[in-house]
């Protein structure tokens, strides 16, 4: 099995900053692309922002030029500047993680942190 586990949300005012942070543990042999999604009261789960293993980064447009997301073995971040209230949603760590050689990948989410742009 594997665990992964958002931290870094908060209250942040308009044009304020957040890193997210999300750590991967337990059966793990590799990830492929790792992504932050997010979803907003009465909206669908979005994505954020992605970046693979080899480090070809998408975002979405929406968050271009705001948000940065990076990478290392087992864990993603995403850093968030001049946050606007309509960032604010609950953000999800998702990994694409591979428990052996000989298995494909499998998705694995975490339960989420809260991002709230508020003054």
């Known amino acids: 099995q594997v665990q992964l586990v958002e931290s870094g949300g908060g209250l942040v005012q308009p044009g304020g900053s957040l890193r997210l942070s999300c750590a991967a543990s337990?059966?793990?042999?590799?990830?492929?692309?790792m992504a932050w999604y997010r979803q907003a009261p009465g909206k669908l789960r979005e994505l954020v922002a992605a970046?693979?293993?080899?480090?070809i980064r998408n975002y979405a447009d929406s968050v271009k030029g705001r948000f940065t997301i990076s990478r290392d073995n087992v864990a993603v971040y995403l850093q968030m500047i001049s946050l606007k209230p309509e960032d604010t949603a609950v953000y999800y760590c998702?990994?694409?993680?591979?428990?052996?050689?000989?298995?494909?990948?499998?998705?694995?989410w975490g339960r989420g942190t809260q991002v709230t742009v508020s003054s």
């Open positions: 970046v693979t293993s080899g480090g």
């Open positions: 998702n990994a694409e993680v591979r428990s052996s050689a000989f298995r494909g990948s499998i998705d694995y």
């Open positions: 337990g059966s793990i042999f590799s990830i492929n692309t």
